[in-house]
């Protein structure tokens, strides 16, 4: 693998982060319009709402979540250990 700048991997780390913003934003919006006034700490314990977890569509979106965030640290310990 070549080796990346500290720009190239703030560049990286900075559109991952965006991403999960976006997918968070997207996320939340959909549960609160399955469960009015939930807040972001509430969906990060879904099973503590039942119309939440019946919907296939918003667990969906929430499993997207899940995996940016999953790739998001997979590719900060690789990019930390190629800058070491």
């Known amino acids: 693998m070549a080796v990346a700048t500290r720009d190239t991997l703030a560049l990286i780390d900075r559109l991952m982060l965006e991403m999960i913003a976006q997918q968070e934003s997207k996320v939340l919006a959909m549960a609160r319009a399955i469960h009015p006034g939930l807040t972001s700490e509430d969906i990060r314990n879904p099973n503590d709402f039942p119309d939440l977890m019946a919907s296939g569509e918003w667990n969906f979106e929430d ?22």
Do not use: D, N, Q
Request: cysteine-free; charged content about 25%; hydrophobic content about 55%.
């Open 63 to 84: 499993g997207i979540l899940a995996g940016l965030k999953s790739a998001h640290m997979a590719l900060r310990a690789k990019l930390l250990e190629s800058v070491e």
